[in-house]
């Protein structure tokens, strides 16, 4: 089997892979390889010696700098709380090099939401203090350096600045297909390459400990070394390998022989193997289809080692696929080993060598935050190196817990990639879903809360996440607690969004916040009562100083006729109990967010049912994670599952469901996961209005499931209220407003350390 076949092959298991028990095993949060004698012993990259093989992954400072590009104290204490967890080597997020060439990189009045290394010697303090943090603790620092974001940069420039964006060859925007990039001149690249050695020097002096070069998921140095985007015919940079072996040139130039440069890079865009025919078909994916080859990126990795690149991370796929370059929940643990033993392999064959006269460390990436999956890869020598982006998010603790053995104790990531990535594309900067200290690190301490000045006794009702987060952390201040969970098991709505096989992230979750508690219980004062649901009298009577609501949701159920049918079940209880599905072979499934499309998969993949989804919106997914979306989007596609947008139900018969559906040619293709959806403050200014011809159509359903939303299960808390069952009664996560485990389990951790 050819390299070529093999990430085929490799791309294709991406898609359909929960019925493999071994993979699914792989994805738990155990620790029968512990110790972990691979991950904790030494490497050598050039001359820097890190103390273990865990590397903090780029995960974008987004908005974590002042607007002059100075990293801030957010940007500065976010670092230093994962070196201090242990890590071995941390790398920033991306720093672009190229203002003023790149108009996507800067906003007006030269304001950056990137961290900046370039303008003046009055950001240099903002990195030398990141640095000093960082070594402070044991951690080696990296700064990751971009030539800029081309294509994949924001639209708003030519609405702002009136400037085209910039790309290898004339490209369409990534956001807006209409929108052309103008080709990127020689001059420009041979200025960058220039700014990119400066950069590299500035870094040396700050004392930072290497550079790395973003060259992966279609930025503007993927754009320059890939053909697909580069179709330059003319000049030095129509050599697609160019622009890249001048950039390590010149860091190597600046910066001398022993200063370690990494390198980022996809071994394929891997389009071909997601899209197959629509590269023809589609408009805005048919520039690319002369994408880099396996071997050719083999090769060109061999150049950029004779030209001085050090250490190498490796991945799948670009910002046209986007859930490979960040691998959602629904993609299995490990997912990119075989890419890097691949490159593992072609070095080995070819005995490559850094220009230290070393073997060229192979960083392991994609969801490798199960400690047995990423000691094991190790072993088998898959890596020479781990990288975890996610995992240390939501825990920095991640490598000094997997080093004493306590899996248990570690907080998973759960894959939704809400706060990590969601957050900085709407306008924040980056946080996580799991824990909410994350990207607050410069003003809140999760590991020494602040003591009660005065202990309560506190009653929490509703044990999900927010319920657990508000519990818990009112406990470990010193305040009585007793949680109040209605049902046999902690977790909410967790229970039923776990069930999947794909959502084996928020299993997990679930696990980890039952063992949360059970330790909270024995080393705190408080107590979980199960099977328990106290009327606000109750909880009046009991004399509790605060009352925190955590109740949760409920669910929305539309006024369609039929829609009290015996045949007519909530998604969340066929996920709970699917035997109440019985001998059902059709459904139909009514709302098409993340909750209907994740049951739609379990449907189809898992009981082989014939799935049908019903949207009103125009899109499908709306608000939820560009990655995440168009990978279940993707698959259910694959499935052979319908999806219906612009469509309104009508009426519910036994065994059908008629709709009114638009089927204006106007009406946006459902199965679209090549362009995101604009967040709503962005303006696109070539999109045409839908236009309606509306068709009245019959779908063949023996079950139909509703997914049509949530509503805060909030009266619980007014009644509270209004009965002044306590001096203090807070309304705490979804039982306030419906959202997110992110939301959620921020709103509790404000509760805990205020209550």
């Known amino acids: ?102 108009p996507t990189v800067t906003e007006l009045g030269d304001r950056s939401y990137f961290p900046r290394i370039d303008k003046s010697r009055s950001v240099f303090a903002g990195w030398r203090d990141i640095a000093e943090k960082c070594h402070a603790h044991g951690a080696a620092f990296f700064i990751q350096l971009t030539p800029g974001l081309g294509r994949v940069g924001s639209p708003e420039c030519l609405i702002n600045k009136k400037k085209f964006p910039r790309s290898a060859s ?37 004392g930072i400990d290497g550079v790395y070069l973003h060259g992966h998921e279609g930025y503007l140095l993927e754009q320059m070394t890939n053909p697909a985007f580069n179709r330059r015919r003319l000049g030095r940079y129509a050599d697609w390998k160019a622009f890249g072996l001048d950039l390590v040139k010149e860091i190597r130039e600046r910066c001398g022989a022993h200063y370690p440069i990494m390198y980022r890079i996809d071994l394929s865009l891997a389009l071909k193997e997601t899209y197959g025919a629509k590269m023809d078909e589609t408009r805005s994916l048919k520039k690319f289809r ?33 859930w490979l370059p960040h691998p959602p929940g629904s993609m299995p643990p490990g997912c990119f080993l075989d890419v890097a033993a691949i490159v593992k392999e072609y070095f080995a064959a070819h005995n490559i060598q850094s220009n230290a006269g070393l073997p060229v460390p192979i960083v392991g990436v994609g969801k490798l935050g199960y400690p047995d999956v990423a000691e094991k890869a190790l072993r088998d020598q898959q890596c020479d190196m781990v990288m975890l982006g996610r995992p240390l998010l939501a825990d920095p603790d991640w490598p000094r817990k997997a080093f004493a053995g306590r899996v248990a104790d570690i907080a998973p990531c759960i894959g939704d990639q ?55 952390t009112a406990a470990r201040r010193g305040h009585q607690v007793v949680l ?10 967790l229970i039923p969004g776990s069930q999947p096989s794909i959502k084996f992230d928020v299993a997990n979750y679930v696990n980890y916040l039952e063992n949360l508690l059970s330790k909270a219980c024995e080393q705190y004062d408080m107590k979980l009562e199960l099977h328990s649901a106290p009327t606000p009298e109750e909880l009046k009577d009991a004399g509790y100083d605060a009352i925190a609501i955590a109740m949760g949701t409920g669910q929305s159920k539309p006024p369609v006729k039929g829609i009290d049918s015996s045949h007519v079940h909530f998604a969340v209880d066929v996920l709970r109990q699917p035997e109440i599905l019985g001998m059902a072979k059709t459904a139909v499934v009514i709302g098409g967010g993340v ?26 997914m709306e608000g939820v994670c560009t990655a995440n979306r168009g990978h279940l989007i993707h698959v259910l596609e694959k499935l052979h599952v319908p999806l219906h947008n612009c469509t309104a139900v009508k009426e519910i018969k036994t065994g059908t469901v008629l709709v009114d559906k638009n089927v204006s040619k106007t009406v946006p293709d459902p199965y679209n996961t090549w362009s995101p959806i604009l967040p709503e403050n ?18 063949e359903a023996d079950v139909v499931i509703l997914a049509v939303g949530a509503r805060p299960q909030d009266q619980f808390y007014f009644d509270c209220q209004s009965l002044n069952a306590a001096p203090d009664v807070r309304n705490v996560g979804d039982s306030f407003r419906c959202g997110r485990v992110f939301e959620a389990v921020k709103a509790a951790y404000q509760a805990g350390i205020t209550l």
């Open 595 to 620: 909750v209907g499309c994740e049951t739609a998969h379990f449907l189809a993949a898992e009981h082989d049912l014939q799935v049908q989804v019903v949207e009103m919106l125009p899109h499908f």
């Open 418 to 472: 809400e706060g990590c990535i969601n957050e900085f594309v709407e306008g924040g900067h980056p946080q996580c879903a799991v824990n909410p200290v994350t990207g607050f690190e410069d003003i809140l301490d999760g590991s020494e809360l602040q003591p009660a000045s005065q202990k309560k006794k506190i009653a929490v009702v509703g044990a999900g996440p927010a319920g657990v987060m508000t519990a818990v």
């Open 1 to 102: 089997m050819t390299y070529q076949e093999r990430v085929a092959t490799l791309v294709e298991s991406f898609d359909d892979w929960s019925g493999e028990e071994e993979k699914r095993k792989s994805g738990k949060m155990t620790d029968s390889l512990h110790p972990y004698t691979a991950m904790f012993s030494s490497v050598m990259i050039n001359r820097l010696k890190l103390k273990n093989r865990l590397v903090m992954a780029p995960m974008g400072n987004i908005s974590m700098a002042d607007e002059t590009g100075r990293p801030a104290a957010k940007m500065t204490e976010y670092f230093a709380r994962r070196a201090e967890g242990g890590v071995g080597l941390i790398t920033s997020g991306l720093v672009p090099v190229s203002q003023d060439i790149d």
């Open 682 to 699: 962005v303006e696109n200014p070539f999109a045409k209005a839908i236009k309606k011809q509306m068709k009245a159509m019959e779908l």
């Open 290 to 322: 002369g994408e880099r080859t396996v071997e050719q990126t083999l090769e060109y990795m061999k150049a950029l080692v004779e030209a001085g690149v050090d250490v190498f991370d490796v991945d799948l796929g670009c910002y046209d696929n986007w």
């Open 484 to 493: 109040f969970e209605k049902k046999g098991r902690i977790g909410g709505m």
């Open 170 to 206: 004339w490209n369409p925007n990534f956001y807006i297909s209409a929108l052309p990039c103008a080709p990127l001149s020689d001059r420009g690249a041979k200025a960058i390459v220039k700014r990119t050695g400066q950069a590299a020097a500035d870094g040396k002096a700050a």
